[in-house]
């Protein structure tokens, strides 16, 4: 467990500890935020694109000897990302670096499914969610530390005693389980994934600046539109596939990716422009605002633990729809913010929605790895983690689009500065429309996963029933 959750927490921490040094990497590397912002903009480009072909690898070669290549790959590029002197130098170092943390997050939740037994699986992964809320966390809090006293360089070479530690660790620790032989890795899916993956993904990160109508954004998402789809049937043509489609037909296993991805659109939505209320409209300092944005991952962190054990024990199902019924509640509570609002009215407004997380995230993972072959337990990992990023990705494009037209809807037109230059008044009753929106989504995944627990109880029920008869 340590060993696995020091590469989760790696690879989660390093997603957002850049993000607050972007500011001092303009002026050091001598170049414009327009450029500077795809130091953060490659790294999660590059693990969405091929998380799931190191998953698949992991499957094939055995996730033990990948995953220790991964920590090795990591390793290497947070330090030539210290080294680099130049930012298109740091930009492909980051490349590097994601592509040792596509690994890590790809294998981490496979080697705990397939080590721990399934009465504690659930545990294990909730731990691992809470590293993943810690790393979230910490990352910008603890960039900052490093920033104030050392050189942005530190922010990349503060991971090399933990990545050499780590490495050794997993050597030592971590069992070598023998994959099944036979397999082969699916090039043209591979191939067919990726250009559609980073066509979408491209599309979502360049629109949020040039706007959805532009010609090139219009362009990626035609290829998108084309490859994803080509991509499924290159699946099911494949004698060995990327992705096993046939997981698809369970529906549970399908809902509880579609909840997750719900989730994941708003919470990255809420993210994105809470710290717009919290600063422009409340006028709170940013060291106050980084302290009340840790309430929902703090929250989550806590109680993620528990919400697996107790999914050891009652079933995933049931701790799903309690975490998203929760979630529900903390979304339609978020609806009422305004300017008048005390400190503590905040706190109570958010807290549902951590504590919601908390609750649903480590079951639901638990059941989407519990559905997986032992033979597809990297590619499961994958997809968890693409459902993630992806969702991430288009929650803030989305939402982050939606709050700026509302802003202009309100205020008469977008400032020239940008919509946090509106009256105050205009951004809240903006912000309130974008997280109705966030409402609705969650009431469908709600709904979802409320349709999946009855059709669990009836099938137990009739399943009774036949070995009473019998």
Not at 14 to 29: F, K, R, Y
Not at 303 to 319: E, K
Not at 327 to 345: F, H, W
Request: proline share 5%; hydrophobic share 55%.
């Amino acid at each position: 467990m340590a060993s696995v959750g020091m590469g989760i927490f790696l690879s989660t921490i390093d997603g957002s500890i850049v993000n607050v040094a972007l500011p001092s990497l303009v002026n050091a590397l001598d170049t414009q935020f327009a450029t500077v912002q795809w130091v953060v903009l490659a790294y999660l480009l590059t693990l969405a694109t091929v998380i799931l072909s190191m998953g698949r690898l992991g499957d094939m070669l055995g996730k033990k000897p990948v995953y220790t290549v991964g920590f090795i790959i990591f390793t290497l590029g947070s330090v030539l990302c210290g080294l680099s002197t130049s930012v298109y130098m740091l930009i492909g170092f980051r490349v590097l670096q994601a592509l040792g943390a596509s690994i890590l997050m790809a294998l981490g939740t496979a080697i705990l499914t397939e080590t721990f037994p399934e009465s504690e699986r659930g545990m294990a992964l909730g731990v691992a969610g809470a590293l993943v809320s810690v790393g979230i966390v910490l990352g910008p809090t603890l960039g900052g530390f490093i920033l104030e006293g050392l050189t942005w360089h530190w922010i990349f070479f503060v991971n090399l005693p933990v990545g050499i530690i780590g490495t050794l660790m997993v050597v030592r620790f971590v069992p070598a389980i023998q994959p099944e032989g036979g397999q082969q890795f699916d090039i043209p899916g591979a191939a067919t994934l990726f250009v559609g993956l980073i066509s979408l993904l491209f599309a979502l990160s360049i629109g949020q600046e040039a706007g959805f109508g532009d010609v090139l954004v219009l362009a990626l998402f035609a290829s998108a539109a084309v490859f994803l789809p080509l991509f499924v049937l290159v699946e099911k043509r494949s004698s060995d596939p990327m992705i096993d489609l046939t997981l698809f037909r369970e529906r549970l296993f399908s809902v509880n990716l579609v909840t997750a991805s719900l989730s994941f659109i708003c919470l990255a939505g809420t993210t994105l422009l809470v710290p717009f209320y919290l600063e422009g409209v409340m006028g709170y300092n940013p060291a106050r605002v980084g302290l009340l944005m840790a309430v929902v991952p703090v929250t989550m962190g806590l109680l993620a633990p528990l919400s697996g054990s107790l999914s050891d024990r009652f079933g995933t199902r049931p701790m799903t729809v309690i975490g998203l019924a929760l979630m529900l509640g903390g979304y339609i509570a978020v609806t009422g913010l305004n300017a008048a609002d005390p400190l503590l009215l905040y706190l109570l407004r958010f807290a549902p929605i951590g504590i919601g997380l908390g609750i649903f995230n480590a079951p639901n993972n638990s059941a989407i790895m519990g559905a997986a072959p032992r033979h597809r337990l990297g590619v499961a990992s994958g997809l968890l983690a693409i459902t993630r990023i992806l969702g991430q990705t288009t929650g803030i494009a989305l939402l982050g689009a939606l709050w700026a037209t509302r802003v202009g809807v309100y205020a008469g037109a977008i400032p020239s500065d940008g919509p946090s230059a509106a009256l105050p008044a205009a951004q809240v009753a903006a912000l309130q429309d974008t997280m109705w929106v966030a409402v609705v989504l969650l009431l469908i995944a709600f709904g979802l996963s409320f349709w999946a627990l009855r059709t669990e109880i009836r099938h137990n029920k009739s399943g009774l029933e036949a070995s009473c008869k019998n």
